[in-house]
């Protein structure tokens, strides 16, 4: 797997013991995605008395809240597919390593890697994407792919499980996390790297090039 130049140099000085395949998460947001988060962020500020109205009613609000809360919740979703897609290829990791084989290494071993005790430079470029609550990012995504096979039509959920879908996905990861006893991950011991997609493409095409 290709890895950056910096990544290259620190674990040269400090090697970690298993280096796991890199996380990429791909483009989740269409483009009317933004515009839609902050309705929804204002209408709920709105609700609760903090701004102002205006001409707007309740069930106005209402709306641009819960148009909003389904739009997070399909990022999130497609979010978790590609958490869950790295949790697989890390289980296929131990799986192919003997040492690591009979350890006892579960989904829920590198969830909670992934949510709890990410590699620092993972969370120093989270931040430089603007995501500073990645633990409840990653955990809710994980959580909504417990629960759901697909990202449903709207008109599916009722707006109850729309407007609080965060509380019911934390508890479906933690309902998840709990369901077994597993191998915790030692932090100091594992490291991956984390790409955007588009930035992972480039960085295997320049790498092929290199190679002729």
Known sequence: MPQSETSRLSRSKGA?????????LHPFSDSTGPSRL???SRASLMLQGLLPTGELTNEE??????????????????????????VDQC????????????????????????VESPPAGVVAKLKQWGVADYKAIFQRAIGLNCLLADAPERELLANEFVRNYYRYADHMFLCRQHSTTYQEIE?????FELY?????ARILEKEWGDSH
């Open 187 to 191: 932090p100091e011991q594992w490291d």
């Open 61 to 86: 609000l209402e709306r641009r809240l819960l148009d909003g809360r389904y739009c997070e919740l399909r990022m999130l979703f497609y979010v978790g597919r590609d958490l869950l897609r790295w």
């Open 91 to 114: 289980l296929e990791y131990v799986e192919m390593n003997p040492d690591l084989r009979e350890k006892g290494y579960k989904f829920q071993s590198f969830a909670a890697f992934l």
């Open 196 to 200: 955007a997609s588009g930035e992972y």
């Open 16 to 24: 970690r013991a298993h280096i796991l395949p890199p996380l990429i």
């Open 38 to 40: 902050v309705e929804s």
